[in-house]
């Protein structure tokens, strides 16, 4: 098994206020994968959302991978961990607690996901949802640290 240097795993994003601010921060990773119906999903959320879509969904823990576009952002977390696994490979990533939001992003017939850490969910510089706030000369570092095992 082939290891990423720890920087490579640890990404850091660094958000920095010259004035009182707010700020929205996240990771947009992509995942290469033969075969999306075989994961197995294990995230932190009992619901989420459809990007462009009034309404809240039950996550079952399945997708429909049929669709044109997937577009899910899980607002409400209960943990900074999620676990995608198949016959091959395992998965973690843990994310710092600002991340407060998850989006699961994909496109039909092509051969990768996204599982994203934001801090805010879609829109939130024009709601004030879940903005961090940053007073003057104040910064604030989130990190996303991935986990990957082949498995034999």
């Known amino acids: 098994m082939r290891r990423l240097p720890d920087e490579a795993r640890s990404p850091l994003r660094t958000a920095s206020s010259r004035s009182r601010e707010y700020v929205t921060v996240g990771f947009h990773p992509y995942f290469a994968v033969g075969d999306k119906a075989a994961l197995r999903w294990q995230i932190p959320s ?15 823990g399945s997708f429909d991978w049929s669709q044109p576009e997937l577009d899910y952002l899980f607002p409400t977390l209960s943990n900074t961990t999620a676990l995608v696994e198949d016959e ?9 607690p600002q991340f407060q939001c998850l989006v699961l ?8 996901y996204c599982l994203e850490p934001w801090s805010s ?3 939130a510089l024009n709601t004030g949802e879940k903005l961090l706030r940053l007073s003057p000369g104040e910064s ?3 990190q996303l640290k991935l986990t990957g095992i082949l498995k034999k």
């Open 46 to 60: 009992q619901a989420y959302t459809i990007k462009d879509q009034e309404g809240v969904y039950p996550f079952t």
């Open 88 to 96: 091959h490979t395992h998965l973690r990533l843990d994310w710092d």
């Open 105 to 112: 992003w994909t496109v039909h017939n092509k051969p990768f």
């Open 121 to 123: 969910p879609r829109h």
């Open 140 to 142: 604030c570092q989130c």
